[in-house]
């Protein structure tokens, strides 16, 4: 080893030890978790889609043995939720899920799949958790066509590719003929490509929205 690279690793193992000594400060005086909620107040606010949009007012609250006295044991019914909610937020909490609250589903059961109109089809991501050995890889698409044989097409596009999409801001038109290359397709999951879902079914899963008075799901 000639003197220049003695030199050279001497100064990147000093410039290491002081990164170091200035991260292990900065943790121990909260600066890093500082910068942390600041990164997150910044995309609350500019790259979510609230409604309506955050305030720098936060609201703490506490299930605690009064509040138990006067509205009863937790966890409240639907109804009473609703009660307390009311005026508080525009929408019912579940009407979130598929605008600001999303779910990646990796592995998806088949019982998350029958209960896609419940959960929301604009709100779950299907994933295959890969590497992980309880993922579906190396055997994914008989997988997937074990559990989307008889859900319809346009639940399926959803499920497996379009939420992530738009969660995510990919492009479609870029993504497209990859997807036409390397699938899945409904021929390749066995399925009916004249199937669509019936929105009386969709409807219907979703009782509350009639209960409440909210009006069909969008």
């Known amino acids: 080893m000639v003197k220049s690279d003695r030199r050279l690793q001497t100064r990147l193992l000093g410039i290491g030890v002081a990164m170091t000594v200035v991260a292990v400060a900065a943790d121990q005086c909260d600066l890093l978790a500082m910068i942390e909620r600041a990164l997150y107040d910044a995309r609350a606010q500019y790259c979510q889609f609230f409604a309506p949009k955050p305030s720098d007012r936060i609201v703490h609250l506490d299930i605690d043995d009064a509040a138990t006295d006067v509205i009863g044991r937790w966890p409240w019914s639907r109804k009473k939720m609703a009660a307390l909610l009311e005026g508080k937020i525009s929408k019912l909490p579940s009407d979130y899920f598929g605008t600001n609250i999303f779910i990646g589903a990796s592995t998806m059961s088949k019982e998350e799949i029958r209960r896609r109109y419940v959960i929301g089809t604009d709100v779950v991501m299907w994933g295959t958790d890969y590497p992980h050995p309880e993922g579906t890889w190396p055997h994914t698409l008989p997988r997937l066509r074990a559990d989307f044989a008889d859900v319809p097409v346009d639940d399926t596009a959803r499920l497996l590719g379009l939420n992530a999409a738009e969660v995510y801001g990919f492009d479609l038109d870029a993504l497209r003929p990859i997807a036409a290359r390397i ?22 899963a979703r009782w509350w929205k009639a209960e409440y008075g909210v009006g069909a799901p969008g």
């Open 183 to 204: 699938g899945p397709s409904p021929d390749s999951l066995g399925q009916d490509a004249t199937h669509r879902s019936d929105p009386a079914v969709r409807d219907a």
